[in-house]
């Protein structure tokens, strides 16, 4: 498979400036329940900028995290730039944080205690991924779970960013929407709450419905709660509609279904795809720089309408990252143009290492190779999104799951805390293993704290699943930690895992 870095770049930058347009339209109307009237933007006077945007702020941050540090992205990386640089304080992100400064890991970061798992904070910071991963659905995917767990854990926010990331990857691929959008589809399980939402969008489409009819049927079928639930942001038709209640906190299922809408009613035409999208209300900051990224995407920049672009400019405005010592000039793309560049630079990595997708200065784009079937996960993405328990600790060769179980990370004085920890080897030769607890003064391990030793099979072979009983007489402070020595005979390596527990006497 052939992408002309022409035809590459065209796209990147198409991508990059739907966000900005879209994002600046919908802003004005963010979390009213409500259809909107909107064909153009509504801010009076924009002088040339666009409206500062939470959806592409974090993608900017994570672009500068793989020009410092290289395209092997986890989630546990991400979680120390995240803690340094994002600031908000608030649902998802606010929660997040502060769970990693307590020293949970991701997925528990995304998952302990947060009533916005469910949110949308997530699927609109998919573009970097599937962007850097032109045509490769299922690494775009793998991208996007290390980033969603974050703050999303194992809630439908990390469904909805893997959905929309292989989605945008494929549409390098096919210039048929439906076909991206199942290709996205497979990599979710088709019993969440995103992939019904879809469906649903999908249904109505086809059977002619108008986009408002599909409107009220994702809002009748997969609502989530109105902003704080205040009467005030739901319109009287859509009260009188029965729409006024809903889950606090669950909203990515609909706004991914008006996002939807925007592209299949819109078609072929940008405005009307972003300002459908809008019309729809909800998330509408969210849904029309969504729509818009991924019409970009499909089409490239030089189809994207000047009027849509000249009242804003190219600039990139921020709103959401503590500059800090990103600010100094380069770190953080200061346009489209930048950033489009910026993004080829690490695709051309990502593609390098893959070795699916050449990219060509001198030959036009093939993907005559790419079937629809191809850019399809076989499994639902199981083997993307099956560890959401987590954490995970990947070393060389050998991989540990650990599952903190339904309790989640919380340790009690004079309870025995059951931790399930399963190992995997990766690599092809049986191995001998030994595992060490670190643990504070006091407590004990069971079924041994000194050391435990189980033989791995080859790679293929069964993982092998250990249960252990952590129990402490007393507990003092809010945070405890201690750590898990895994050795192999015969091996010089030392993989060291940290357990991190609070302290459940001081939990509401």
């Not at 205040?230 to 038709?237: A, G, I, K, N």
Request: include cysteine; charged fraction near 25%.
């Amino acid at each position: 498979m052939r992408l002309n870095v022409n035809d590459y770049r065209d796209r990147l930058l198409g991508c990059w400036l739907g966000k900005n347009i879209g994002g600046t339209l919908g802003a004005p109307f963010e979390w009213r329940r409500q259809i909107n009237d909107v064909s153009f933007y509504v801010q009076k006077d924009l002088r040339g900028r666009p409206v500062p945007n939470d959806d592409l702020d974090i993608q900017l941050l994570w672009l500068r995290v793989m020009e410092l540090s290289g395209i092997d992205i986890t989630a546990m990386k991400l979680a120390e730039y995240w803690v340094s640089y994002v600031t908000p304080h608030w649902c998802e992100y606010g929660t997040a944080k502060i769970n990693m400064r307590q020293g949970l890991l991701p997925p528990l970061s995304g998952t302990y205690k947060n009533a916005y798992k469910h949110s949308c904070g997530a699927y609109i910071r998919s573009e970097i991924w599937a962007c850097i991963a032109p045509a490769m659905p299922d690494i775009a995917a793998r991208y996007a779970y290390e980033d969603a767990i974050l703050d999303h854990g194992d809630g439908e926010g990390m469904y909805a960013e893997i959905f929309m990331a292989a989605l945008e990857s494929a549409a390098f691929a096919v210039q048929d929407l439906k076909a991206a959008v199942e290709a996205g589809l497979s990599y979710i399980p088709a019993t969440c709450e995103v992939s019904r939402a879809v469906r649903t969008v999908l249904r109505c489409h086809g059977e002619g419905l108008s986009w408002k009819e599909a409107r009220d049927e994702v809002l009748r079928l997969h609502r989530g709660g109105t902003f704080l639930g205040l009467p005030s942001h739901t319109s009287r038709e859509d009260q009188e509609k029965g729409f006024l209640d809903g889950v606090q906190g669950f909203d990515v299922p609909s706004n991914i279904g008006m996002t939807l809408i925007g592209l299949l009613w819109g078609g072929d035409d940008f405005g009307r795809t972003v300002c459908t999208a809008v019309n729809c209300g909800e998330d509408t900051d969210c849904t029309g720089a969504t729509a818009g990224s991924v019409w970009g995407i499909m089409h490239g920049a030089r189809a994207i309408p000047g009027k849509w672009i000249e009242p804003i400019g190219r600039g990139i405005a921020t709103i959401v990252l503590n500059l800090g010592d990103l600010s100094s000039g380069y770190e953080i793309p200061a346009t489209v143009d930048d950033l489009a560049e910026r993004t080829l630079r690490i695709g051309r990595q990502v593609c390098l290492r893959h070795g699916r997708i050449e990219i060509c200065e001198d030959r036009p784009t093939d993907m005559s190779d790419t079937s629809c079937e191809r850019l399809r996960a076989q499994d639902e993405g199981a083997s993307v999104w099956r560890w959401k328990k987590g954490p995970r600790f990947d070393f060389e060769g050998f991989s540990f799951l650990w599952d903190y179980g339904e309790a989640g990370p919380v340790i009690r004085p004079a309870e025995p805390k059951q931790i399930v920890i399963t190992c995997f080897n990766n690599s092809r030769l049986q191995a001998n293993l030994s595992l060490r607890w670190y643990l504070p003064d006091g407590w004990e391990a069971r079924p041994s704290r000194q050391c435990y030793a189980l033989s791995l099979p080859p790679l293929l072979g069964e993982p092998v699943q250990l249960k252990f009983e952590l129990f402490a007489p007393s507990l003092e402070g809010s945070t405890l930690r201690g750590a898990l020595e895994a050795t192999i005979q015969g091996r010089p390596t030392v993989m060291l895992m940290p357990l991190t527990l609070l302290n459940g006497s001081l939990q509401a």
